[in-house]
């Protein structure tokens, strides 16, 4: 099992790491937020850390990327979860916005949680991004997303990203400017937390 916990000490020694914050949150928070069996998309994933540590903890994970990064995560996710997991998790491309309906049709695919570290830069995809998280995120999904504050451009995203969803800040990490965030679609989150905690 990584210990997220470890490594979250040296997080200002190393690069500030998003997925690290968010690994914490789901490590220290299992029961609370329960992965156990629970349907999970990573959007951004990267090297794959947030996919491997909810799959460690009992999810369905599907880790997504763009195109050319999915040597590495893939090669990444198995050699950190193989025979070490309930489930095996899957490596699938996510390149926002496009063709969401024809490999995640809304029909078929349900999310219990969308996960999401350090998504939001200076990229030129915030509406393709907007998009995804719209499309995948049915009314009973939660929205796990650690965000860094960097310039106001970026900042504005959370704004358009509160036309759609309800947002609320489950840890803040003041000195590396990174928030994590809890997020549902608007009107949900209330009758979600009164069946469960996270
Ligand atoms: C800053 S990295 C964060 C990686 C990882 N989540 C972490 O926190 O370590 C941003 C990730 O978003 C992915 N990304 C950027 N633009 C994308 C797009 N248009 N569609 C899908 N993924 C994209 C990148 O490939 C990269 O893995």
């Given at each position: 099992?990584?210990?997220?916990?470890?490594?979250?000490?040296?997080?200002?020694?190393?690069q500030p790491t998003h997925?690290?914050?968010?690994?914490?949150?789901?490590?220290?928070?299992?029961?609370?937020?329960?992965?156990?069996?629970?349907?999970?998309?990573?959007?951004?994933?990267?090297?794959?850390?947030?996919?491997?540590?909810?799959?460690?903890?009992?999810?369905?994970?599907?880790?997504?990327?763009?195109?050319?990064?999915?040597?590495?995560?893939?090669?990444?996710v198995l050699q950190n979860?193989?025979?070490?997991?309930?489930?095996?998790?899957?490596?699938?491309?996510?390149?926002?916005?496009?063709?969401?309906?024809?490999?995640?049709?809304?029909?078929?695919?349900?999310?219990?949680?969308?996960?999401?570290?350090?998504?939001?830069?200076?990229?030129?995809?915030?509406?393709?991004?907007?998009?995804?998280?719209?499309?995948?995120?049915?009314?009973?999904?939660?929205?796990?997303?650690?965000?860094?504050?960097?310039?106001?451009?970026?900042?504005?995203?959370?704004?358009?990203?509160?036309t759609l969803f309800d947002?609320?800040?489950?840890?803040?990490?003041?000195?590396?400017?990174?928030?994590?965030?809890?997020?549902?679609?608007?009107?949900?989150?209330?009758?979600?937390?009164?069946?469960?905690?996270?």
């Amino acid at each position: 099992m990584i210990r997220a916990h470890k490594v979250l000490a040296l997080i200002e020694a190393i690069q500030p790491t998003h997925a690290l914050v968010l690994c914490y949150f789901l490590e220290t928070n299992s029961k609370q937020c329960n992965l156990v069996d629970k349907n999970v998309i990573e959007i951004g994933a990267g090297t794959g850390l947030v996919s491997i540590v909810a799959s460690l903890l009992g999810a369905f994970v599907t880790a997504t990327d763009l195109p050319e990064l999915l040597g590495n995560l893939q090669h990444n996710v198995l050699q950190n979860t193989k025979q070490k997991c309930k489930h095996q998790p899957c490596v699938k491309e996510l390149s926002w916005g496009i063709d969401l309906e024809k490999n995640f049709p809304r029909s078929s695919c349900h999310f219990d949680y969308i996960m999401a570290a350090d998504v939001v830069y200076h990229h030129p995809f915030l509406d393709e991004l907007l998009l995804t998280f719209d499309h995948l995120c049915k009314n009973d999904t939660v929205i796990l997303w650690a965000m860094k504050f960097r310039l106001e451009n970026e900042n504005r995203f959370v704004d358009r990203f509160q036309t759609l969803f309800d947002l609320e800040i489950i840890s803040n990490f003041p000195s590396l400017n990174i928030i994590l965030y809890k997020a549902m679609r608007k009107g949900r989150m209330n009758a979600r937390s009164s069946k469960l905690k996270i």
